[in-house]
């Protein structure tokens, strides 16, 4: 049996008791773009019910829960997770979709940075002409790693953050000089068809992950569509197509 056959087999067992179709609306962490779009059409295609995935930070993604919103299932780092949990706002149904870890990106055609070790990773960020990362919880970890090594001082006036790795990828892609992008490996491998190129993860003595699970919002419009796709979320056929996204 090929792959899709053996996906969509999967899916129609998780979700064989759904009563009727229905309409998710999602809420995701936007390191996972690539890997949900593909698990999504998947499980649309077997299951029959309709997927509106909306992506965001993790930061947006708690602001606008706890502003209020409700959607169907949250997908965001396990904190987040368990902080709306105890805020009973999810239910106990959830999945662990995987972790993505950070990647440094230039742009086709630009010099590449060694970054084989961690003060190969140090010396071309002294001697790149501009970096790019975010705000976000990556972001943040890569600034705090800049400081650990002892250059965020002398590199800061160089460097240009915005709120999402979206946004930093689009300014790679339209950068000039030797600029250094960072940002979540799968945000990367999602622009390699306009001409980013990932360079490669960060060292592995320095890598950082961010882990992502999926939860149910409590009183989700969908009911029990809601948990099947969660539970989707956790077979081996989405987790292969999370895995050909860059999400381990």
Do not use: C, W
């Not at 919103?69 to 965001?76: G, I, R």
């Not at 790019?132 to 970890?141: H, K, L, P």
């Amino acid at each position: 049996m090929k792959t899709k056959q053996i996906a969509g087999a999967v899916v129609a067992m998780v979700v064989f008791n759904a009563a009727g179709a229905a309409e998710l609306k999602v809420l995701s962490a936007g390191a996972l773009e690539p890997g949900m779009k593909a698990a999504v059409a998947e499980f649309q295609k077997a299951s029959g019910h309709a997927v509106k995935i909306t992506f965001n930070t993790a930061p947006q993604i708690r602001k606008r829960i706890t502003d209020g919103e409700v959607h169907d299932v949250v997908v965001a780092p396990p904190a987040v997770i368990d902080e709306f949990a105890k805020a009973g706002k999810l239910g106990q149904d959830r999945a662990n979709v995987g972790r993505v870890g950070m990647g440094v990106a230039v742009r086709r055609g630009a010099p590449v940075p060694d970054i084989s070790s961690p003060e190969a990773l140090k010396k071309s960020v002294l001697d790149a002409e501009s970096l790019v990362f975010n705000r976000a919880s990556s972001g943040i970890y890569l600034e705090n790693l800049l400081k650990k090594m002892g250059v965020y001082d002398q590199v800061e006036k160089k460097t240009t953050r915005y709120d999402d790795a979206a946004a930093v990828t689009e300014h790679v892609l339209k950068g000039k000089g030797r600029e250094i992008g960072f940002a979540p490996i799968t945000e990367i491998l999602l622009h390699r068809d306009r001409g980013l190129r990932l360079v490669g993860p960060l060292p592995a003595e320095v890598q950082n992950y961010t882990s992502y699970a999926a939860g149910v919002m409590t009183g989700a419009p969908s009911g029990s569509a809601a948990q099947d796709f969660v539970r989707y979320l956790g077979t081996p056929a989405a987790k292969a197509t999370f895995t050909a996204a860059g999400i381990e």
